[in-house]
C-alpha cells in the first residue's frame, strides 16, 4: 500500500521560513516523480513544484518566484520543499504526491499524480 506522509507544516510570521517534508512507502522510492501542491481554503488545489526520481529535473510553477526550492534525499527515502519570504497568501494545506515517471523528467499537472498524502498546513500570520 503506497502512503505518503508530509511535515513541517506550523504557523509562521510573514518573511519566515519552513521546510516541508514527505516521505513515501509502499513504492521503489527512486523511480517515483514527487510533486507538491497547495490548496489555500475557497481555491482550488495548484501544483507548485516537482523534482524526477534522480533530481536531475526539478520545475516550479511561475508564481513561486523562486522562493521555493524542492530536493530529495533517496536514501532516506525523503523529499522537502524549503520555502522562504513566506506571504500570508502561502496559507494552505500542502500535500506531496507521486507517479512512476520517467527517471529524467517530472511533470507538474496533478492528472498526473496516482498518490497523495493527508496534507500539511502552513499558516502564514503575524
Known amino acids: 500500500q503506497v502512503q505518503l506522509v508530509e511535515s513541517g507544516g506550523d504557523l509562521v510570521q510573514p518573511g519566515g521560513s519552513l521546510r516541508l517534508s514527505c516521505t513515501a512507502s509502499g513504492v521503489v522510492f527512486e523511480s517515483n516523480v514527487i510533486g507538491w501542491f497547495r490548496q489555500a481554503p475557497g481555491k482550488e488545489r495548484e501544483a507548485l513544484s516537482c523534482i524526477s526520481p534522480r533530481a536531475g529535473t526539478v520545475r516550479y510553477t511561475d508564481s513561486l518566484k523562486g522562493r521555493f526550492t524542492i530536493s530529495r534525499d533517496n536514501f532516506n527515502k525523503m523529499v522537502y520543499l524549503e520555502m522562504n519570504s513566506l506571504k500570508p497568501e502561502d496559507t494552505a494545506v500542502y500535500y506531496c504526491?507521486?507517479?512512476?515517471?520517467?527517471?529524467?523528467?517530472?511533470?507538474?499537472?496533478?492528472?498526473?499524480?496516482?498518490?497523495w498524502g493527508q496534507g500539511t498546513q502552513v499558516t502564514v500570520s503575524s
Open positions: 504526491a507521486t507517479y512512476v515517471g520517467e527517471l529524467s523528467g517530472c511533470n507538474l499537472p496533478e492528472a498526473f499524480y496516482d498518490h
